[in-house]
C-alpha cells in the first residue's frame, strides 16, 4: 500500500532580496524556520500568506531564534525588515500555518528546537 504525500502549499513565505518588494524572490511554503535570514537569503522585505487566521510569523532579532521578538497573526506584508524588533533588524524566523502561543515561541528561543513537523532551513 503506498502512502499518501501531502504537499503543504501555506502558509507562503515570499522573501525579498530588496526593500518594497523588489529584487530577487524566493518563495518558501510549509511550517518553517530560518536561523540565518542574512546569511542564506539576504532579506530585506516579505510577505506572509496563509489561509488560516490562526497563521504565525515570529521574527526574532538574532541569529537560531534568539533575541528579542515580535509576533504577527494572520497576513502580513512588511516592505522594510530594518529595525521592526525594538529597534533591531529581523535576522532570525518562524513561518506556521498554526497558532503558535507566546510559550511555545519562548520555548524555542530557550532550546533552539523547532516543534514536530517543521523545517529547518
Partial sequence: MNKAVILQTFPRLSLYSDENFRGRVRVLRGNLG????????????????????NATLVLFSR???????????GNRSIADLDDIIAG????????????????????IRRTGRLPSGFRRI
Fill in 34 to 53: 530560518i536561523r540565518n535570514l542574512d546569511g542564506r537569503f539576504d532579506v530585506e522585505s516579505l510577505r506572509f500568506f496563509s489561509t488560516s487566521f
Fill in 63 to 73: 541569529r537560531n531564534f534568539q533575541g528579542a521578538f515580535r509576533v504577527f497573526r
Fill in 88 to 107: 533591531n533588524d529581523a535576522n532570525s524566523l518562524i513561518s506556521s500555518n498554526v497558532r503558535l502561543t507566546l510559550a511555545q515561541i519562548r520555548e
